[in-house]
């Protein structure tokens, strides 16, 4: 089994940045492919960024690369999502995801998510 803890969601202007962090705890985490999704209100999950076990391979949803970075630390169990130049338009809950394989769905465990909220 393996648990997700996110944190570091909160309130930011526009313009601004936030780091969110997602705590990996179980199995070994370092054999995990690690992702962040977001959920608007009324809108269906969307795929944010993905970094493989190794940390050598990122991927990254639509132009979010031009914003958002994903990193992760093995001696922290620890994956982050660096996310700057916020738009009200990334308002959404975040969530982390674990997988024992890298892609942009399906991912087999989940965190309870982050909330993150852009103001104009």
């Known amino acids: 089994q393996v648990q997700l803890v996110e944190s570091g969601g909160g309130l930011v202007q526009a313009g601004g940045s936030l780091r969110l962090s997602c705590v990996v705890t179980g199995r070994t985490f370092s054999r995990y492919a690690l992702g962040w999704f977001r959920q608007a209100p009324g809108k269906e999950r969307e795929f944010v960024a ?8 990122e991927y990254y949803g639509g132009s979010l690369k031009d914003r958002f970075t994903i990193s992760r630390d093995t001696a922290k169990n620890t994956v982050y999502l660096q996310m700057n ?3 009200p338009e990334d308002t959404a809950v975040y969530y982390c995801a674990a997988d024992l394989q890298l892609g942009t769905h399906n991912y087999q465990y989940w965190g ?6 852009v103001s104009s």
């Open 50 to 57: 993905a970094i493989s076990w190794t940390g050598g391979s």
């Open 85 to 87: 130049s916020l738009k």
């Open 112 to 117: 309870q998510g982050t909330q993150v909220t």
